[in-house]
């Protein structure tokens, strides 16, 4: 006790207004860096018990804010297997946080360890990173200093990209284990992309050089040292790494990188976008990827989370069917109410595959993926994976090809079940599958932006008194409070063709968020304004 305690007063939480509480929101602690430094020691407190709770299984932290603007940092929790701290937990973390005093810190630590029957004195291991942000140094002091006040073994892993941590947390959980995810240190991970990669490719061609905008983030210089892991005589991936610049702290998410291209819906005015270049964006810590080029005819066209979402279970729905396993394996896709309609047309009409929404934050739909054998999920914004369960593994290596082409699917299948990060979206491991897929396919950008036409949409921002009194049922596509709302947002979308309208309380910022799409870009932007206009 003496030992939280004393750490605890290098690391003083700033107190908030009263009546206002820390929360560990969608992704995890997240608000300007200054804010940071006592909860940072706190989640290091946290992570220890959450190790201790299972058995000594290693826990991650990642220290990151994304694609927020470089003056904000943020904290998360990794369990075991990878995938984002059981929701449960939340709670405790939001309770160490808010203790308001150093002395009440150790009581809710110590209330913790008893209600949860935690034996403080058995083996506690926490793994943690951070992306490129200044302040990250800071923060992860404090995160040691509350590691080695609650006696945990940990290891610092440095400057990562979020997803490398949550391949490294399942990979030392996994260690010499038949289960074994690959080896512990940034080098397996790249070791193992590219060994899949090229696996996967089978000596296709990929047509065109790829111009990847990093956001000026840990995607940059981790991506110039995959590249480096590539086998030249293997594959040919030409790639021009731009908006790499980790130097300039200021520059990061400015004016690039994935969330700018979404929101914005037009290509990073750095470098100058040329026509028909084949071009994606990361954001600023690597889990999120959207393609795109500008077209010398129609301008720019965007390749998003749901382009990715409907482009892989296409690719993997034809290789099951081909591989003989299609009565053997549930495959299913997961968006959230910010999908696309045609999206979500296509994939249900066309591609006959079951569509599931959940509210927004990767947490909710990493879990519906989980229950298909192969369970595609993406956020429009880019963020997504494809999970695959033991069963469908394991059928890719173990079922007896009837034919070389159905030897030539189960292949691939496998393959791609190592290039695709199974702990959460990964831009890196999702861009690499894209180039497969395209290469297999032997289409272009403009080939797959055929595919389906999407239907113009707008996103808005509203200020709002009191954004708490936004409730939503039905996977946050409509609103139960405040009363009367959801009857008013009907009406207004009535008006207009193919349309669809939902109002949501931001997890991330004091704020409002609409969505609206319609037949044409000025109904959707009408209907949106509209909505925005009764929530208000
Ligand atoms: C977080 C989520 C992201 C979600 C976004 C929504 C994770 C790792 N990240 O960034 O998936 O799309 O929040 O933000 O879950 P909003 O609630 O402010 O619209
Ligand atoms: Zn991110």
Redesign the pocket.
């Known amino acids: 006790d003496k030992a939280i305690l004393e750490a605890s007063a290098k690391h003083p939480i700033v107190p908030l207004e009263k009546g206002k509480f820390y929360t560990y929101g969608?992704?995890g602690f997240r608000m300007k860096a200054d804010l940071l430094e006592g909860i940072s020691y706190r989640v290091g407190l946290l992570a220890s018990l959450r190790s201790r709770k299972l058995n000594g299984q290693a826990i991650g932290v990642m220290i990151t804010a994304?694609?927020n603007p470089a003056a904000d940092n943020g904290v998360k929790i990794v369990d075991p297997l990878g995938d984002?701290l059981e929701q449960d937990w939340e709670r405790y973390a939001t309770a160490l946080v808010n203790a308001p005093s150093d002395e009440q810190l150790v009581e809710v630590y110590n209330r913790l360890a008893t209600e949860l029957k935690i034996d403080l004195k058995s083996p506690s291991k926490v793994i943690y990173g951070r992306d490129t942000r200044p302040s990250g140094h800071k923060l992860v002091t404090a995160l040691a200093d509350g590691l080695e006040a609650a006696k945990a073994e940990f290891v610092d892993y440095k400057i990562l990209t979020t997803p490398q941590l949550h391949y490294l947390v399942r990979a030392t959980n996994s260690e010499g284990t038949p289960l074994s995810y690959g080896k512990v240190s940034e080098a397996g991970y790249y070791e193992k992309l590219a060994e899949a990669f090229v696996r996967a490719m089978k000596g296709r061609r990929i047509n065109g050089t790829l111009q990847v905008d990093c956001a000026n983030g840990v995607g940059g210089p981790k991506l110039s040292e995959f590249l480096k892991y590539i086998p030249k005589d293997k594959v040919n991936f030409d790639v021009k790494v731009v908006n790499d610049d980790v130097l300039r702290p200021e520059v990061l998410n400015l004016e690039c990188g994935a969330d700018f291209v979404k929101t914005k819906q037009r290509a990073p005015p750095n470098p100058k976008p040329q026509p028909g270049v084949r071009s994606c964006s990361l954001d600023g810590d690597a889990?999120r990827l959207i393609y795109y080029w500008v077209d010398p005819e129609t301008g720019f066209v965007m390749l998003d989370g749901d382009r990715i979402s409907s482009l892989a279970a296409s690719f993997i729905g034809d290789l099951v069917e081909s591989a003989g396993l299609k009565d053997d394996l549930r495959i299913g896709v997961v968006q959230?109410a910010y999908a696309n309609g045609a999206s979500t047309n296509y994939i249900t009409q066309h591609l006959k595959l079951p569509v599931i929404c959940t509210p927004?934050?990767?947490?909710h739909l990493h879990h519906v993926a989980q229950g298909f054998d192969i369970g595609v999920y993406f956020?429009a914004?880019g963020?997504g994976t494809v999970l695959f369960s033991p069963d469908a593994l394991s059928a890719f290596r173990k079922k007896e090809p009837q034919s070389p082409a159905q030897k030539d699917a189960l292949d691939t299948l496998a393959a791609l079940g190592d290039l695709i990060n199974q702990t959460?979206g990964d831009a890196i491991s999702d861009m690499l599958m894209v180039e497969v897929i395209l290469a297999h396919k032997n289409w272009t950008l403009r080939d797959w932006a055929m595919t389906y036409a999407d239907l113009p949409n707008r996103l808005v921002r509203v200020e709002v008194g009191n954004k708490d009194l936004f409730q939503t049922t039905d996977a946050e596509r409509r609103l139960l409070h405040p009363e009367g709302a959801q009857d008013e947002i009907d009406q207004a979308v009535k008006k207009y063709k193919d349309a669809r309208s939902f109002a949501?309380a931001?997890?991330?910022?004091n704020a409002c968020?609409v969505y609206a799409e319609a037949a044409t870009r000025s109904e959707a932007n009408e209907l949106a304004e509209r909505v925005a206009r009764i929530i208000e």
């Open positions: 969608t992704a994304s694609h984002m889990d959230t927004t934050g990767v947490k956020e914004n963020h959460v949501r931001s997890g991330t910022e968020r």
